[in-house]
């Protein structure tokens, strides 16, 4: 159990009053983020980036781990009060959610997707810590073919077959990539379509893309909506959330099904938390079914809503082991930590435990202390956090507009960077409008110069022969799932199609 | 919610302002995407041909872009021709992370069915009032691009203090607060706040403008 002393050494260092205060920091911001719709973890790590960079990079993670999680644990709050989902991965526990919270529940809705979130996240985090040595070795044997192989799985996956629509999924890939192509070619010295620029050598920094797609891209999207969305009305919640002992035991079986259902996809690169959601509320309504509960669909059953908050914080746990072991980040949100690793001058992957295992630990350590603040500030607090919903939307968005401008400039003072932004964030506002998804675009920046390097590597070796990228067994394997996963989309697409004719 | 529903197809809707005659650029209008598209892969095109090659490794430097135009080029061509076919006007619903997410998926793996849609039938009405003539609010965008790029164009000059006050003002605005000198009060605030803690605490440089230069 040599992960239990290394995980006790990370408790060790991440137990100090300073650290905790950063990881309350983190929790707080990312509980805000969660609550308020549109925005989200992701964001608030990009735009935190900069910033904190003069921080040491251990404070900074625990930070950034605080956030990481905290943003899942605000996320269901406007879904319940409002009937209107924040954020995609909470749509599936604003269904029972929001018929709770109508049937005068509000409050048990609120407890029960706290302790959800905590109870996924734990779980999740308790198997990355067991099994990431485990993933370490196995990420050993591959090679420069095996890693783009990955990497055109997480292309492929999320652009095609999780995303609504193939071609755009695939156009919002081919924009990623391109943005990533700027800048000194690493084998070469080749400067690549840097105009000239010598502050485009270094590429187009991850954060500019990404505070543009996420940040000022939605604020241009709100700025087009919203004199014609309409305003919804908010039930209101008195008091702590809470849970009685029989609501507890009630919900424990579908909080740790859903936990089951997430914690594999969070090795998936197949964009996050949707599908795991969806697939424990199907779960549980298929169940429902099966025992006649008078409550699913009509008053709003504690399962429907329990299953799929802990399958969203299972997935985000074993993401960060998928990406902490691996270098894999298998959603929008893993992708910006690896930024922030790269920022910082690591590389997530095999050797990162090697090279900065106290970071490591540290950093795993923190994610369960920042679950037990998340638990500890979410249900006493519940219904101050769904006073930030009330915060007027005018002030909340010309405040994000001056902090991304921050962010972006903090970076390397220059202005160059800050037009960049704004051509990125109309970018991300026509994305938004075109209903083009925006996931593709941050995996293939942080993956691109990756598989780019990985398969002039492996070219280089075989001196050009193609052969090489399906000559292992794990290579032809990824492959042959990949090619079954598109196979079985566009069934799905096309049954789709044929059952909306015919209706 | 959109996230079981599908776009109308602009054929069978009515148009936002309540005049149903579809012209060409009915649901269209997503041209501007395949446009960008298409100039982002004549500007990789141009920068690959005019690319300085250093040293000889094979495959060079040039090898990746090829594949990612033509990536380009073809997926602006599939849009192209998919929009020609299926023109799409906006649906006016909320959602977030539309298009992000398969619905036939989502809607396979949740099992939704009629309740999943209508839970949604008493959230708030879908379209208010048809009154406007274009699905986005152009006029509130455009102010907010004018503050922004005005940010960026004064930032140096004036220094972060006025510039940020500007900028979020201007956003204010935009999105429709009447109190204005309340306003420019609490923008005032917010940035000098940023410039306290980011600037004296953290030790960012923010540009301070000409007030730097009489201080």
């Not at chain 1, 783009?148 to 890939?173: K, P, T």
């Not at chain 1, 070469?188 to 840097?194: D, P, Y």
């Not at chain 1, 299953?307 to 997935?315: I, Q, R």
């Not at chain 2, 429709?176 to 953290?202: E, K, P, W």
Request: charged share 10%.
């Amino acid at each position: 159990m040599e992960q239990l002393e290394l995980l006790m050494g990370g408790f060790a260092s991440a137990l100090t009053p300073i650290n905790l205060l950063w990881v309350l920091i983190g929790a707080l911001l990312g509980t805000a983020v969660g609550v308020l719709p549109g925005l989200g973890s992701a964001m608030a790590v990009a735009l935190l980036l900069p910033v904190t960079f003069s921080l040491e990079p251990t404070a900074a993670f625990i930070m950034f781990a605080g956030i990481y999680f905290g943003g899942l644990f605000g996320d269901s709050t406007s879904g319940i009060l409002l009937n209107t989902p924040g954020h995609s991965s909470a749509i599936a526990s604003t269904f029972e959610g929001h018929r709770m919270a109508k049937s005068g529940q509000a409050a048990k809705a609120l407890a029960t997707c706290a302790i959800g979130a905590f109870i996924g996240g734990l779980i999740a985090t308790t198997l990355v810590v067991f099994f990431a040595p485990t993933l370490v070795k196995m990420a050993t044997v591959f090679g420069p073919a095996e890693y783009f192989a990955l990497a055109v799985f997480a292309f492929l996956a999320i652009s095609a077959v999780v995303s609504e629509s193939v071609i755009r999924g695939i156009a919002a890939l081919g924009i990623g990539l391109a943005l990533a192509l700027v800048g000194i070619d690493g084998p070469s010295g080749t400067a690549r379509f840097t105009l000239g620029m010598p502050q485009l050598f270094d590429g187009i920094s991850v954060i500019v893309i990404t505070v543009g797609l996420l940040a000022l891209g939605e604020v241009f999207h709100i700025a087009s909506r919203i004199h014609r969305d309409p305003i919804a009305t908010r039930i209101e919640t008195k008091g702590r959330a809470r849970l009685n002992l029989a609501d507890f035991k009630k919900a424990l079986p579908a909080w740790l099904r859903g936990t089951a259902f997430g914690a594999p996809f969070g090795l998936i690169p197949a964009g996050g938390a949707e599908v795991p959601t969806f697939l424990a509320y199907g779960t549980e309504k298929q169940l429902a079914k099966r025992r006649n509960d008078p409550e699913f669909g009509t008053t709003g059953s504690i399962h429907g809503l329990a299953a799929p908050e802990a399958a969203a914080n299972a997935t985000a746990g074993t993401a960060m082991g998928a990406l902490l072991a691996l270098g894999l980040p298998t959603s929008a949100t893993a992708a910006i930590m690896l930024a922030a690793f790269q920022q910082y001058g690591m590389q997530p992957g095999p050797l990162l435990f090697e090279r900065s295992g106290d970071l490591v630990w540290a950093l795993l350590a923190s994610l369960f202390i920042g679950l037990v603040i998340l638990v500890m500030i979410n249900i006493p607090f519940a219904s101050v956090w769904a006073k930030l919903l009330s915060i007027p939307k005018h002030y909340l968005y010309a405040g994000i507009t001056v902090f991304s401008m921050l962010g972006v400039y903090a970076v390397s003072s220059a202005v160059l960077d800050l037009w960049l932004l704004i051509a990125i964030g109309l970018v991300g506002f026509l994305m938004r409008r075109y209903n083009i998804p925006l996931a593709p675009v941050l995996i293939a920046v942080i993956l691109g110069p990756m598989a780019e390097t990985e398969l002039r590597r492996a070219l280089a070796v075989s001196e050009g022969d193609l052969g090489i990228l399906v000559d292992s067994p794990i290579t032809v394997t990824l492959y042959l799932v990949l090619a079954v996963a598109l196979a079985l989309s566009a069934v799905q697409h096309l049954r789709h199609r044929a059952t909306r004719k015919a209706a | 919610m959109s996230i079981t529903q599908h776009q109308p197809e602009a054929g069978s809707a009515t148009e936002p302002h309540g005049n149903p005659k579809p012209r060409f650029w009915t649901g269209r209008s997503e041209f501007v995407v395949v446009a960008v598209l298409y100039t982002l892969a004549i500007l990789l095109t141009i920068g690959t041909a005019t690319m300085h090659v250093q040293g000889k490794s094979s495959p060079g430097p040039q090898f990746f872009p090829i594949i990612v135009c033509i990536l380009l080029y073809l997926v602006a061509t599939l849009l192209a021709i998919q929009i020609l076919r299926s023109p799409k006007v906006p649906d006016n619903s909320i959602h977030p992370g539309h298009g992000q997410f398969s619905a036939d998926m989502l809607h396979d793996l949740g099992h939704l069915g009629k309740e999943e849609a209508e839970a949604f039938d008493d959230a708030p009405s879908k379209t208010p009032a048809n009154t406007w003539k274009t699905y986005s609010d152009w006029r509130t965008v455009g102010l907010m691009l004018a503050g922004v790029v005005a940010f960026v164009a004064l930032l140096e000059p004036l220094g972060w203090i006025i510039s940020a006050t500007m900028l979020f003002w201007v956003v204010t605005y935009a999105l429709g607060s009447h109190r204005r000198f309340f306003d420019i009060g609490v923008g005032l605030l917010f940035s000098s706040i940023i410039q306290l803690a980011f600037g004296a605490g953290l030790g960012l440089s923010l540009p301070s403008g000409f007030i730097g230069g009489i201080l």
